[in-house]
């Protein structure tokens, strides 16, 4: 295996032709399925896969390989794989591969097929992706919540420290020694009702240093977290109906992937994290990114944090799960504005040291005119 070992990620730096056609990457993949499903593969030629390029990765290049038709399983082995390769630094890579082999083994994500220094070989399910507009559908949020409410009850062998705001200091600190950062970021003028026309670094910190202070009344409930759900981060699977067909009390089928940036924080984080993102619109091809009229209303998100309860505790009665949920309510929309925080300075970040297509500055602006329309949640603790 060494031979087609750390090569992947300079392939894909270096590769100026289209991915999908490329002979060498299909050459790797064949071998790396050779090695750890063996069977069929060990008898396909690069020219027996086609490769298909999958939305959803910013961090990592997401691949679907299928062999050709004339290929049958000779130990049930799959014909069709997901491949992901690691764009990103080591850092953080093992304990997201413990985290993915945990949730297959629980039936909770994609099974495992093969781990190798650069990536990992998965399980295909036929799904597509939750468009940032299906999350906002009732039955949708409601599966969610309980997928999260089954998330945050595992016991995962990482550091269990909340990392929310250590992730802020982080990135704070990269932009600090960055001189190529732009003196003054401008929010965009649809949230200068409620935000400064412009944030300096100076002033950015003065916000963070606020956050800092309400951490005291922030750290309840900590517990495994995804972090990071977009719909881009959930698989609705093809079984279920067409979602018009959906009622509010229909349960489709979901699975939530993506776990890198997963660690311990708050559930409240995890949960307020999500409904933040209501609002965004990733596939924007230019600004504005947001719309705050897609902020969910306090009656939707209760519907969320009640299937949330539910979910834990069935044994409870309709006045109990109310009574909870009330409780965690508080606990998560603080989080909300945290959140676009959160991801803002990581995203400055990495569009200044990354080349993409993908307007990470942009979004960035967007996510402190949010922070100030929501700060507050914040104040009122």
Known sequence: ????????????????????????????????????????????????????????????????????????????????????????ADTGIIAETVIFSILAQKNLGPQLYGIFDEGRIEEYIPS?????????????????????????????????????????????????????LPPIFNIPEHYHKYSPKTLTMKELKNEIEFLRNKIPKLLKNIVFCHNDLIG????????????????????????????????????????????????????????????????????????????????????FTEEQCKNKAEELLKETLPFMPIAHLFWSGYMINHGLNHKTDFDFAGFAVERFGLYFMQKHFLEDL
């Not at 091809?285 to 998100?301: E, F, G, M, Q, T």
Request: glycine share 4%.
């Open 128 to 180: 597509r992706p939750l468009s940032m507009t299906d999350i906002c559908l009732l039955p949708i949020s409601k599966e969610i919540a309980r997928q999260f409410a089954r998330i945050h009850q595992l016991n995962i062998p990482i550091n269990k420290n909340p990392s929310f705001m250590s992730f802020i200091d982080e990135w704070y600190q990269n932009l600090s020694s960055n001189l190529s």
């Open 232 to 315: 881009g981060n959930v698989l609705l699977s093809n079984d279920n109906p067409h979602l018009s067909k959906m009622d509010s009390n229909f349960k489709p089928k979901l699975m939530l992937i993506d776990f890198e940036f997963a660690s311990y924080n708050p559930r409240g984080f995890d949960l307020g994290d999500h409904l933040a993102e209501y609002v965004f619109d990733y596939d924007a091809k230019a600004p504005p990114y947001s719309l705050p009229n897609r902020v969910p209303s306090k009656d939707h998100i209760m519907e969320f944090i009640f299937a949330y309860i539910e979910a834990q505790n069935p044994n």
């Open 1 to 88: 295996m060494f031979e087609h070992n750390l090569i992947l990620k300079r392939l894909l730096a270096s590769s100026s032709s289209n991915l999908e056609t490329n002979p060498v990457l299909r050459k790797h993949i064949i071998n790396y399925c050779g090695d750890f499903l063996g069977g069929i593969w060990k008898k396909a030629t690069p020219e027996d896969v086609s490769v298909k390029k999958l939305a959803g990765g910013t961090i990592n290049t997401i691949l679907l390989c299928t062999l050709s038709d004339t290929f049958e399983s000779i130990n049930s082995e799959p014909t069709r794989v997901v491949f992901r390769i690691h764009c990103k």
